[in-house]
C-alpha cells in the first residue's frame, strides 16, 4: 500500500445549523494533506424562489470557509454556489471532476433526531461512483435547544477497517492510506465469518476457516503497519455480521468506519451491499464507504 494524498475533495454544505460543524470535520482533513477542496452549495430549485439577497449571504459564507481551509494549508479552495436539485448536482460535479472524495453530512436542514440519512446524502451514496464519507450529526438538548453536533470531535482517531477480503474490500487500502498523517489511536482490521448460511459446517472446518482468515487479517496488519499505522489490531468475530459491526464500533468506541460499498455478493453496481446499507444507517460513528 503505497502513500495515497487526496488530490481533491467535494464538500456539499446546505447552509443548515450543522455546516460549522462539518467545516471543522473537513478541516481535520486538510490539515493531513489535500491539494484541493470544492466547496459546493445548491439552492433548491424545488423550494421558493431563491433571495438574491440570501444567495450573496450564502457566497460570502463559503469565501469565509475558504479562508479557514486554506489557512489548514489546502493549496486550493474553490466556492460555487449553484441553483437546482442538490444531488443531482453534486452527482453531475462528482462525475465532472473525479474528485478523491466526496465529504457529506447525515443529516439535511430538517435535523430529523432519528439515525437516519438526509435525502440528498441518500442520494449520493447510493450513486456515487466516488468514495463518499458520510459525516455522522447527532442532535441534542442544550440549554433547553435543540443543537447539532460531530458524533466525535475527532474523526480520524479510531478506524475500523472492513473487510470480507473481495476486491471491494481490497479496493479501501489507498483510502487508508492516506489517513496516516492523522496518527490515529489504533486501526482495527475487522472480519466477521458469517456461517449462517452455512449450517452444515463442521468444527474441522470452522477451525480452517478460522486458521486461513487469521493469516490473512494478520498480512493485512503487517501491510498497514508497513504503511506507517502504529497500532494496528487484528479482529475476527464469528456471527451475524451486521450486528457484531455495530456492537464493536460502540465497545471500541469507533469514530470511524471504513468499508466497501459491496461485499463479494454480486448485486447491481449503483447499489450498497446489504452489510454496508444497515452499518450507513445504523451506526454511531462516521462512515467511508468505498467504491
Known amino acids: 500500500m503505497s502513500e495515497n494524498r487526496l488530490e481533491k475533495v467535494l464538500v456539499p454544505l446546505d447552509m443548515g445549523v450543522g455546516a460549522q460543524k462539518l467545516l471543522s470535520a473537513v478541516e481535520e482533513i486538510a490539515r ?8 459546493l452549495h445548491v439552492v433548491n430549485v424545488r423550494d421558493a424562489a431563491a433571495d438574491p439577497h440570501i444567495a450573496k449571504y450564502d457566497a ?14 489546502v493549496q486550493k479552495v474553490t466556492t460555487e454556489v449553484a441553483n437546482g436539485i442538490p444531488w443531482i448536482e453534486i452527482l453531475e460535479r462528482s462525475e465532472q471532476e473525479s474528485p478523491s472524495l466526496i465529504v457529506l453530512g447525515s443529516h439535511g436542514r430538517s435535523m430529523v433526531s432519528r439515525m437516519l440519512l438526509g435525502s440528498t446524502t441518500e442520494q ?4 456515487a461512483r466516488t468514495p ?45 492510506a492516506w489517513m496516516v498523517p492523522a496518527r490515529p489511536e489504533e486501526v482495527l482490521v475487522v472480519h466477521i465469518q458469517d456461517f449462517r448460511p452455512f449450517s452444515d459446517v463442521t468444527p474441522a472446518q470452522r477451525e480452517e476457516f478460522n486458521r486461513r482468515d487469521a493469516e490473512r487479517l494478520k498480512a493485512l496488519q503487517k501491510q498497514l503497519e ?35 460499498a459491496r461485499g463479494m455478493h454480486g448485486i447491481p453496481e449503483r447499489l450498497l451491499g446489504g452489510v454496508t446499507d ?10 467511508l464507504v468505498v467504491r
Open 60 to 73: 460570502i459564507m463559503l469565501t469565509t470557509w475558504k479562508e479557514r481551509l486554506l489557512a489548514c494549508g
Open 278 to 287: 444497515a452499518v450507513v444507517h445504523r451506526s454511531g460513528s462516521h462512515v
Open 32 to 39: 493531513i494533506g489535500v491539494e484541493e477542496i470544492a466547496l
Open 132 to 176: 463518499a464519507l458520510i459525516l455522522r450529526m447527532k442532535i441534542i438538548a442544550e440549554d433547553g435547544t435543540m443543537v447539532c453536533r460531530l458524533a466525535t470531535d475527532r474523526i480520524l482517531r479510531r478506524i475500523m477497517y472492513l473487510t470480507d477480503f473481495s476486491e471491494y474490500a481490497t479496493s479501501c487500502l489507498p483510502c487508508l
Open 226 to 260: 508497513s504503511a506507517g499505522f502504529g497500532n494496528v489490531t487484528p479482529v475476527l468475530k464469528i456471527g451475524n455480521a451486521i450486528i457484531e459491526i455495530l456492537d464493536l464500533a460502540r465497545e471500541r468506541e469507533v469514530s470511524l468506519i471504513v468499508m466497501g
Open 124 to 127: 449520493v451514496i447510493r450513486k
